[in-house]
Structures are given as structure tokens and as C-alpha cells.
């Protein structure tokens, strides 16, 4: 009885849940339901820098700029169900406030100028990230009903949205003088958040704004929708495996994953609370590449430290950023190949792009590059980020809920028990020959603690390994490679291909910075697999990867390249991808990528 009640408990709150963000949208003002005028086109044409600045300045009211991005995340909702929480109408009332707020214009405090670096600029939010007043669900139904009592950190901050180069400015409430961006919706996420697809029973499915048949990524999926669609040009995603990094890859969008400790998490939530083998990290994602630099610099212009113990007090680095941007020539290693996945002929031909169009500048390609094995860190990875086989994520759920596929088969085989697992292993290596297989499956299991620790030094050892291998052996300035071995994988393709995620898995391990940005697109003609390609031949990884790759049926999907730099790195690695961006645009093959146009 007891499990019938809580299933009928479930498909009452995911109902609850829908109408509520039904009427939420249709009892908002008549003004988010009309055409996208010549006047919202004059604001959604501006970048967030200009944005601001015309805020500052009294030039545009925050209200007509959430109403203009309002009506664009409603389009984009209806296209790609995108959206979660819709605080449209609390919104207006924090916009209606900041017209109302002492010195709209930059502020003059203790002989220092205040600036409001996004004031008035709407913001999209990961659903993992607490709004107060608001549910922080991420698709469990368990979780609905329970609204955050406060502001995540971030969200503080981003409401706040003012900088100043004396840290006593905290003594005074920046809130009181002054007003910054505008939280105004929240977006679509796998549950469990351990997913390249974003789906769940509470909120449903989302969409890739390609193809609807396809995956927009995830964990960060309805983020890189909205922005996608134009509906926002900068929110908040979080990434533990490639959770901003391969939405950005599948939707074509750029992101940025911050090293621990640079971007702020408190307040945020995820499945696997608690699991700090490879730290999950709260990161920024945007429309454009200027967006992305612009509000990354400006949420670490705000001194996120003054507001977070775990967020290390580290200034934002202009002679960093200028000193790349200008940097003649840059010494460029490119991993081709993770000896896992090979990466399909339309993500390889981005990458081939990228590396002709940095070559005609005039920089250094490393091509012949032997770095410490990939593989080993997706053993790894894969064992740290699963150690409590699995009972954390599945601890929230209740009767009969609907889960991730890919998450479903990696669950069912933690839960078998030790020596069916071992036999299973013993067949994959020894019958079936796959090593790649065999070798992740044979240490996935709960971890006592002594077994957790020795992962942790394992960890720490193969850091040691590429840091001494990237800076010593064959010293680069920043390392190319893909986002992921294929285009956005169809709707619960992810059965199949969870476990490819090294390419970007890896970095979360080693804990670098890493960015993504769109380089082009599918082509049916031009990224068809080698004649004698043949499926049954790869390992179980790469085959449940390249099962959905079907250049007809992927035709148009963004494809992108992932650029990594060290630990900590932000301002080099966003030079570096906007220095990327202006090579393809100045010699590359088809110019910079061209996003979707605002409908």
C-alpha cells in the first residue's frame, strides 16, 4: 500500500508541478504573448555590456528589456519545453524596484566607482540553482513543494550585480544602493543531473531547437536551448562531467567549465550531493562569445569570495586576458583521438577547422601528442563520481518514477551483486575481448572508505602526471580537442552512449579550465562514416556512441571544439576562444558559426 500511495503521490505532484507552470505563463501580462517588435529586436540585438550600460544610463527601462527576453523564453519554451520555474511576474516586480532604486547610475561610495555590470540584464538559471520562493526540484517529484527559504550565493550576487575595488564596500548593503541582473526563469535538467539528454516526468522532455528529435544536451540542456533561441544571452549551468560543456556542443552555444572554487555553488543542488571526488562546479554559459567573457568577468569582478568561504580569493586578471589576446603566437597541442571514442568524421572536420585556421596565422600545431592515458582518467572519473554506487541519486526517488536510461543501465549493473558483476566482467574481457568495456566495468561498485581513499591518490597522481607532461615534456599553451565524440545523440539515445563522455569527463577529473564554442554544422555530405567503417568492430563505449550517428538524419546539428587550458585559467582560455573565433571568421572555412535567428 505503502508503494502505491507514494507512486500516486509522484504523478500527482509531476501534474501539479505543470499546471502550476502553465498558469504561471498564462497569467503573465499580454505583453509576453506578442510579436517580437522592431523594439525588442533593438534589445535583443544588444550585448550584455551595452545592455547594462543603456540601463545605467536610463536609456532602457529593466522592465521593456525582461519583457523583450520574456517573450522570446516563452517562444522558445513552447518549441523545446525549456523551461522550468517561470518567475516572469516576480521578475517585473524586482525590475519595477530597481527603476525605483537610489542612483541608477553609477555610484560614487568612498571615493570609488561602483559600477552595476549587469544591471538590468535578465539571467536564466539551471534548475539546481535556489531562487527563494521557488522549488529546487531538478526533476525529482520528491523534491516539489519544498521552495527554497534564500538566494543561492550566485543569485545574491547577480541581484547585486555591482563591483568595487575596496573589499570594505561589504559593509554596505549593495542592494540597498544599487540593483543589478534579473533572475527571471529557470531551466530544464535530466533528473539526477547525470545526463547528456534533459528529460524528466516533472517538467517533461526537452529539445534540441535544431531537431526535435534530438538531445539539447545536458545536464545544462534547457540553458542551452533558451540561449540557443535567444530567448536569454547568459545564464547559470553546472557541470561535473561536460554538464555546460556538451549542451553547448548539441545546441550551439558557447560555455565555459570554471575551475573548483572560481565560480560560486552554494545554494545549488544535484543528485549526487555530497560526492567530492570530481567536485561538481557552477559555470557560466551565453549566446555570444563576447556575452560569455563579459558576465564571466563580471561575476568575478564582484569578489564572489566576499559572499563564499569555498570561493578562493582570486582577482579577475586583465593583463592575463590582454596579454593572450595579443600574444603572437600561440604553441597549440591537439588531442585527435582519447583512445576510446574516435571522434565521428563531423566532429573531427570541426576540430580539422579550427587547426587550419589557427595554422594560417601562423601558430604551432602539436599534433603527435601522447599524453597520460585518457582511458585511465575515465576509470577514474567514472569510479570517483559513482563511489556510493549510486544510493545518493537514487535516494530521492519515489514508485515507479520515470529515470534516465542511460543512468537506468549504469544503476542496474552497480546493483548486481559482486560476483554476477565479476563474471560479467570475466565475459565482456575474456569472451567478448573488450578490454576499454571490461576495464570501466570491473570497479563499478560501492567503494568502502580505505578504497575511496586509494582513488583519491590515484587522482592526485595522474594530476601530477599531466601537469608535469603538459608543462615539461611537451610544453603548449592550450590544448584542442573535441567536446565529445559525436553531435547530439536522439531522445534516449543515451541508453546506449553514456559512458562516452571522456572528452570532456577528463577535465573535470584534472579539474582545468575548459570552454566550449560552435564551429559549424552537420553536413550529410560532407561527414559520412569511412566505407569501411563497421560497428560491430569497436568497443562497447565507442559502439554505443557511433549506434546514433546518421549524418542524413543529423544534418544541421551544431557541431563544436573544446579548447582547455590550466587550472584556474579562465581569462587565457576565453581570450584564447575568442582569438579562435576571429581566426575562423578572418580564414577559416565557412567563417564563424552563424547561430539560430531570433523568430
Not at 223 to 239: H, K
Not at 259 to 276: C, D, F, N, Y
Not at 469 to 485: C, I, K, Y
Given at each position: 500500500m505503502a508503494y502505491l500511495m507514494d507512486l500516486i503521490q509522484h504523478r500527482r505532484d509531476c501534474q501539479w508541478k505543470q499546471e502550476q507552470r502553465a498558469s504561471r505563463i498564462s497569467n503573465l501580462s499580454p505583453a509576453y504573448f506578442e510579436p517580437v517588435s522592431n523594439d525588442d529586436r533593438n534589445v535583443l540585438n544588444q550585448s550584455v555590456e551595452t545592455l547594462a550600460q543603456n540601463v545605467r544610463l536610463g536609456a532602457l527601462r529593466p522592465i521593456d528589456v525582461l519583457r523583450s527576453y520574456g517573450k522570446v523564453a516563452i517562444m522558445a519554451h513552447r518549441k523545446t519545453n525549456c523551461l522550468t520555474e517561470v518567475m516572469l511576474s516576480e521578475a517585473e516586480d524586482w525590475a519595477n524596484e530597481q527603476a525605483q532604486a537610489k542612483g541608477r547610475r553609477d555610484v560614487l561610495l568612498i571615493g570609488k566607482i561602483i559600477?552595476?555590470?549587469?544591471?538590468?540584464?535578465?539571467?536564466?538559471?539551471?534548475?539546481?540553482?535556489?531562487?527563494?520562493?521557488?522549488?529546487?526540484?531538478?526533476?525529482?517529484?520528491?523534491?516539489?513543494?519544498?521552495?527554497?527559504?534564500?538566494?543561492?550565493?550566485?543569485?545574491?550576487?547577480?541581484?547585486?550585480a555591482g563591483t568595487s575595488n575596496e573589499s570594505a564596500i561589504v559593509t554596505f548593503s549593495l542592494t540597498d544602493i544599487q540593483k543589478g541582473a534579473i533572475p527571471y526563469v529557470k531551466t530544464n535538467v535530466p533528473i539526477t543531473l547525470l545526463s547528456f539528454e534533459s528529460a524528466n516526468e516533472v517538467w517533461g522532455r526537452c529539445t534540441n531547437p535544431h531537431n526535435p528529435d534530438y538531445s539539447p544536451g545536458g545536464s545544462s540542456g534547457g540553458?542551452?536551448?533558451?540561449?540557443?533561441?535567444?530567448?536569454?544571452?547568459?545564464?547559470?549551468?553546472?557541470?561535473i562531467a561536460g554538464s555546460v560543456r556538451v549542451p553547448a556542443h548539441y545546441s550551439g552555444i558557447y560555455s565555459l567549465r570554471c575551475?573548483?572554487?572560481?565560480?560560486?555553488?552554494?545554494?545549488?543542488?544535484?543528485?549526487?550531493?555530497?560526492?567530492?571526488g570530481i567536485p561538481g562546479v557552477s559555470s557560466p554559459m551565453g549566446r555570444t562569445m563576447a556575452d560569455l567573457t563579459y558576465f564571466t568577468r563580471s561575476m568575478i569582478g564582484m569578489k564572489p569570495w566576499l559572499y563564499e568561504h569555498g570561493v578562493i580569493p582570486l582577482e579577475w586578471r586583465?593583463?592575463?586576458?590582454?596579454?593572450?589576446?595579443?600574444?603572437?603566437?600561440?604553441?597549440?597541442?591537439?588531442?585527435?583521438?582519447?583512445?576510446?571514442?574516435?571522434?565521428?568524421?563531423?566532429c573531427a572536420r570541426a576540430l580539422e577547422q579550427?587547426?587550419?585556421?589557427?595554422?594560417?596565422?601562423?601558430?604551432?600545431?602539436?599534433?603527435?601528442?601522447?599524453?597520460?592515458?585518457?582511458?585511465?582518467?575515465?576509470?577514474?572519473?567514472s569510479q570517483l563520481l559513482n563511489s556510493d554506487g549510486g544510493y545518493t541519486y537514487r535516494s530521492f526517488y519515489r514508485t515507479g518514477e520515470w529515470t534516465d536510461p542511460g543512468v537506468a543501465q549504469m544503476d542496474f549493473y552497480m546493483r548486481l551483486p559482486r560476483p554476477i558483476q565479476y563474471l560479467y566482467y570475466l565475459w565482456v574481457k575474456y569472451i567478448r575481448g573488450d578490454d576499454i568495456w571490461a576495464g570501466l566495468l570491473r570497479g563499478f561498485h560501492v567503494k568502502t572508505t580505505a578504497e575511496q581513499w586509494k582513488l583519491v591518490t590515484r587522482r592526485e597522481m595522474y594530476r601530477t602526471a599531466w601537469?608535469?607532461?603538459?608543462?615539461?615534456?611537451?610544453?603548449?599553451?592550450?590544448?584542442?580537442?573535441?567536446?565529445?565524440?559525436t553531435p547530439a545523440v536522439p531522445h534516449n539515445g543515451n541508453k546506449d552512449a553514456f559512458s562516452s563522455c571522456g572528452y570532456t569527463f577528463l577535465f573535470n577529473l584534472l579539474d582545468y579550465t575548459a570552454g566550449v564554442l560552435p564551429v559549424t554544422h552537420v553536413d550529410k555530405?560532407?561527414?559520412?562514416?569511412?566505407?569501411?567503417?563497421?560497428?560491430?568492430?569497436?568497443?562497447?563505449?565507442?559502439?554505443?556512441?557511433?549506434?546514433?550517428y546518421n549524418e542524413e538524419k543529423m544534418h544541421g546539428l551544431p557541431v563544436g571544439v573544446q579548447v582547455v587550458g590550466g587550472r584556474l585559467e579562465e581569462e587565457k582560455v576565453l581570450a584564447?576562444?575568442?582569438?579562435?573565433?576571429?581566426?575562423?571568421?578572418?580564414g577559416g572555412s565557412e567563417g564563424k558559426y552563424q547561430g539560430l535567428e531570433i523568430e
Open positions: 559600477l552595476r555590470p549587469l544591471a538590468g540584464v535578465p539571467v536564466s538559471l539551471k534548475d539546481s540553482v535556489g531562487v527563494e520562493g521557488f522549488d529546487l526540484c531538478i526533476g525529482y517529484s520528491s523534491k516539489t513543494r519544498k521552495p527554497s527559504q534564500k538566494d543561492a550565493t550566485m543569485v545574491r550576487i547577480l541581484k547585486d540553458e542551452a536551448a533558451l540561449l540557443a533561441l535567444g530567448g536569454s544571452r547568459i545564464g547559470v549551468g553546472s557541470d575551475s573548483v572554487g572560481r565560480w560560486p555553488k552554494s545554494g545549488t543542488t544535484s543528485g549526487t550531493l555530497g560526492q567530492e586583465d593583463q592575463l586576458e590582454l596579454d593572450t589576446k595579443k600574444q603572437k603566437t600561440f604553441r597549440i597541442g591537439v588531442m585527435r583521438d582519447d583512445g576510446v571514442v574516435t571522434p565521428s568524421p563531423a579550427v587547426v587550419s585556421a589557427l595554422r594560417k596565422e601562423g601558430h604551432q600545431i602539436i599534433d603527435d601528442l601522447d599524453p597520460p592515458s585518457p582511458y585511465e582518467g575515465l576509470q577514474i572519473a601537469h608535469d607532461w603538459w608543462h615539461d615534456e611537451v610544453p603548449f599553451d592550450f590544448l584542442l580537442t573535441v567536446p565529445n565524440a555530405k560532407l561527414d559520412r562514416l569511412p566505407s569501411g567503417f563497421h560497428l560491430q568492430r569497436l568497443n562497447a563505449v565507442a559502439k554505443g556512441a557511433y549506434m546514433h584564447i576562444m575568442q582569438r579562435i573565433e576571429d581566426a575562423l571568421d578572418q
